[in-house]
């Protein structure tokens, strides 16, 4: 539909001339099929408009957007010129709609379509045959060529090419996505192009003799965006400006093409893990689309094309059906027919092959490419991550390449290509949160190569040589193990992300074979789970961890967000605008971005005026008043930047158990949290991730501490009582040093065992249980007291052989994954079943450890081992 819609037609006889004018504002385009408004759930399609203007005022009669077409036929000089000009629209491609369109203008039931056997520049003419009293209808070609200019030139405005990753199910099965509560993600092409076409064809035989093509861009700019009104676009090619050239020409024998293409700007992209998999899922969108359409058509049979017969195939059948007719035909009358048909069969070949232009013997491609300066900048964004990997640099680039190729049979092809640039590089180290160079100096790099002829007068074979020149700078690489555990990490990723989609395919193809129900096609089902897969989040590049005891709440930009005591809560920086309509993603030395967060603590205020900067700093104290504070500290666990906030008294725990922690004053003991216990204990592996953190609240410090400063007392105020989960009978107590205490230690470390016992100590003296603690003081900023509690087995077991094995002991209090337990008179003996690089923890008191150990498993000969 479109508004002021003006259509003018002019007929010129003197200047044999025919000119069109449409001019249409506001033009819009919407998607009324049925299978578009509402799916079965009553959702409206968020993408129904498929044309609309972009740029919009409200209130505003200036702004207007116009489409212009202008169609002149010229007689004089066999010349068409269409003009287009373009306003400001948005497209929407939508693969169902498009391959709706060409199911519509592609239909089986079509008119009867002409095909002319002889054209203008053709003579005919009668002879009589006197021998044989018939009629011979002979068919001369004057071989008057005549060409034919057609040009068009297309000019826009602003606009945008939006490409959706949306389902393109069958019309009674369509859902949209608005029911899962996922945005749809767009690839948006945007910027201001101009082209010409020009082709000149022959009239006669409808061949193209010349052609040229020109596109011409400007400000065009790629970008991600989320749903109808694309929300939190990021930015993937900033604006560039470009030209392409591709001429085609036929002269004699030779048909020479020539292909060119320039940047005018730098060319800057930065590609994600995520963009390459929307694109993969759009590009499948489209394929299953056209497949749908490619299976129904099939379904329906092969359709036939229905056009008229041309005079010699009418011809041909009437004298079928006369000799059919004819009961008695003479041998005569049958070679007659025989030599008529054979005639006139070689008068039209011979016709044909004068009325088609010839095709050529030789292509002669030429092919050049200039680009001044290419940034290609690769980021891992998959699973809520956001860190760079490397880029690449290229700057100088001039390619060029012709090539020689003869249509005749056992002819080869020959070539010249020169290509001379300077690449740089650099890899993202995420521990120093910077760029680091990869290649420590430009590499320069030129190639050259031919095939042909040798050019030695003193060797002439019909052979061709070809001819190889490589002039290679050195090429000094450097990097840290940082990029390879980059690598690594997204490599990983992107594995789990393709067996996800895999199981989800599987899963889809069984409940297709069981006929199970469902409103949702099996395509729908599987571009689903594919997204489902690319949008899982686990975390988020940042994050506050919460060990003080206190409620903690952020400010970032303008929202503000609470973390309760113990958990963890992830968060992300806006990404500020860069040169296009995106977020500019930066890293590093690149990004200008001061990235600040405010932290509250009860009344009291903590500043972060950057923190990248801060990531594998020192920790720093903020007091909080009544001789109290809390300690900050930013790290990097797992590629996300992580602020520990911790008090100034923390447990860590180190076991496979789970503690309920109390504290005691005095002789009141009030429960105040549990310590849980590490991931994945029973691995080696779990050596390599931080323990779990407690941090003891501070009300109950501030309480106990105060006290001890009034009084100027030298003796311990207060204890912790840590008792396993598990074994809620025993529980042990960890002595806490007073203020004056810690004051007396500088940097002190110091390990000791700590007995648990029963309450009522009635537990005989091998029931009971000995953990490991280790007490760490150090000084922040040299004033401000830490003091730290680690929780450790009193003994670990560690299977480093590459087979299983299992630990038999009479010993007590002993833990692993896999236990059970076994009559060995006159005792009650455990036995572990430990894999490889698997751990056995022991908690037995007393001096000494008694285990016997066996392999588990069935050698290849002789007979099992023994303990």
């Known amino acids: 539909a479109a508004v002021e819609t003006s259509i003018t037609l002019q007929l010129l006889p003197d200047e044999q001339k025919t000119r069109v004018q449409a001019t249409l504002r506001d033009l819009v385009c919407d998607d009324r099929r049925l299978s578009s408004l509402v799916d079965p759930f009553g959702k409206i399609n968020p993408f129904r408009q498929i044309i609309r203007q972009i740029n919009k005022k409200e209130n505003s009669s200036l702004n207007r ?88 030139n297309l000019k826009t405005s602003e606009c945008r090419l939006v490409m959706i990753d949306m389902d393109c199910a069958q019309p009674e099965n369509f859902t949209p996505l608005l029911s899962s509560g996922i945005l749809l993600e767009c690839f948006v092409l945007k910027g201001e192009a101009e082209g010409i076409v020009k082709v000149v064809t022959d009239v006669t035989s409808g061949d193209i003799l010349e052609s040229n093509f020109e596109l011409h861009g400007e400000n065009i700019e790629v970008y991600t965006a989320q749903g109808q009104k694309l ?57 299953d689309a056209f497949a749908q359409k490619t299976n129904a058509d099939n379904s329906h049979g092969a359709s036939t094309i229905v056009r008229k017969l041309s005079a010699r195939e009418a011809a041909a059948i009437e004298n079928l059906v006369h000799d059919l007719e004819k009961t008695d035909v003479s041998e005569s009358d049958v070679s007659s027919r025989k030599e008529i048909l054979s005639r006139s069969e070689s008068t039209f070949d011979a016709h044909t092959s004068l009325s088609h232009t010839k095709q050529p013997k030789k292509r002669e491609i030429s092919l050049k490419m200039t680009l001044p300066r290419t940034a290609v900048t690769m980021i891992n964004d998959m699973q809520g991550l956001d860190e760079a990997l490397f880029k690449v640099m290229i700057t100088s680039c001039v390619c060029g390449a012709d090539f020689c190729i003869e249509e005749r049979q056992g002819s080869n092809a020959t070539f010249r290509v020169h290509f001379n640039t300077s690449v740089q590089s650099d ?42 020149d490589i002039e290679s700078h050195p090429c000094k690489i450097s990097f840290s193990e940082q990029f390879i555990i980059g690598l690594g990490a997204a490599k990983s990723m992107w594995s789990v992300f393709s067996e996800s989609s895999k199981k989800a395919n599987l899963l889809v193809d069984k409940l297709t074979e069981s006929k199970a129900s469902s409103m949702i096609s099996p395509s729908t089902m599987r571009r689903r789970a594919v997204r489902t897969a690319r949008s899982h989040i686990t975390s988020l590049p940042y994050g506050i961890e919460n060990h003080c005891g206190l409620m903690v709440s952020f400010e970032v930009g303008k929202r503000r967000e609470e973390v309760c005591i113990g958990s963890t809560q992830y968060f992300s920086f806006h990404i500020p605008q860069g040169n296009g309509v995106g977020g500019a993603r930066a890293y590093g030395q690149d990004s200008k971005q001061r990235k600040s967060v405010k932290i509250y603590v009860g009344e009291h205020e903590i500043y972060i005026q950057n923190l990248d900067e801060e990531v594998n700093q020192t920790k720093c104290a903020h007091s909080l008043g009544n001789g109290l504070h809390i300690f900050s500290h930013v790290t990097k666990m797992r590629k996300v930047a992580i602020i520990h906030l911790s008090s100034f008294i923390t447990l860590h725990n180190e076991t496979s158990m789970d503690f309920n922690v109390s504290i005691k004053i005095n002789h009141d003991v009030n429960h105040i949290g549990f310590c849980g216990k590490k991931s994945h204990p029973f691995a080696i592996s779990a050596t390599l991730k931080p323990a779990p953190i407690f941090g003891i609240p501070l009300p109950s410090l501030q ?90 087995p009193r003994t670990i077991l560690y299977n480093n052989m590459l087979i299983n094995i299992e630990i038999r002991t009479c010993m007590s209090h002993t833990f692993s994954m896999s236990t059970r337990e076994e009559n060995v008179s006159p005792k009650r003996d455990t036995i572990h079943s430990v894999e490889p690089f698997g751990t056995v923890e022991l908690y037995t008191p007393g001096s000494s450890v008694a285990v016997s150990i066996k392999c588990a498993d069935r050698p290849v000969g002789g007979t099992w081992t023994t303990w």
């Open 231 to 287: 929300i939190s676009p990021l930015q993937i090619l900033d604006p560039l400006r470009f030209s392409a050239f591709l001429t085609t020409k036929i002269k004699g024998e030779i048909q020479v093409i020539d292909s060119s293409f320039v940047t005018l700007s730098d060319l800057e992209m930065t590609l994600s893990m995520k963009n390459i998999a929307l694109l993969m899922a759009i590009c499948s969108s489209m394929n």
């Open 65 to 152: 957007d116009v489409f212009q077409l202008s169609y002149v036929d010229s007689k004089l000089d066999d010349s068409v010129t269409i003009d287009v000009t373009i306003g400001s629209p948005q497209v929407v491609i939508i693969p169902n709609v498009i391959s709706d369109l060409l199911a519509f203008f592609k239909d089986e039931n079509t008119f009867p379509i002409e095909i002319k056997t002889i054209s203008d520049s053709t003579e005919v003419r009668v002879k009589v045959l006197e021998d044989e009293g018939t009629v011979e209808t002979q068919i001369v070609s004057t071989e008057l060529q005549k060409c034919k200019t057609s040009t068009i």
């Open 427 to 468: 890899f993202f180290d995420s521990q120093s949160n910077s760029w680091e160079p990869l290649l420590i100096e430009p590499w320069e790099l030129h190639v050259n190569a031919t095939r042909g002829r040798s050019s030695c007068s003193s060797v002439k074979s019909p052979r061709l040589a070809t001819s190889v």
């Open 703 to 792: 309480n106990t501490y105060r006290d001890d400063v009034k009084k100027s007392v030298a003796k311990k105020s207060g204890s912790l009582i840590i008792s396993p989960m598990s074994l809620t009978d025993l529980r042990g107590e960890i002595e806490l040093p007073s203020l004056y205490d810690v004051q007396q230690k500088i940097d002190s470390f110091e390990v000791f065992d700590l007995s648990c016992s029963s309450f009522h100590n009635q537990v005989s003296p091998c029931s009971k249980m000995v953990i490991q603690i280790a007490r760490k003081i150090t000084f922040v900023e040299g004033i401000h007291p830490l003091v730290e509690f680690f929780l450790r």
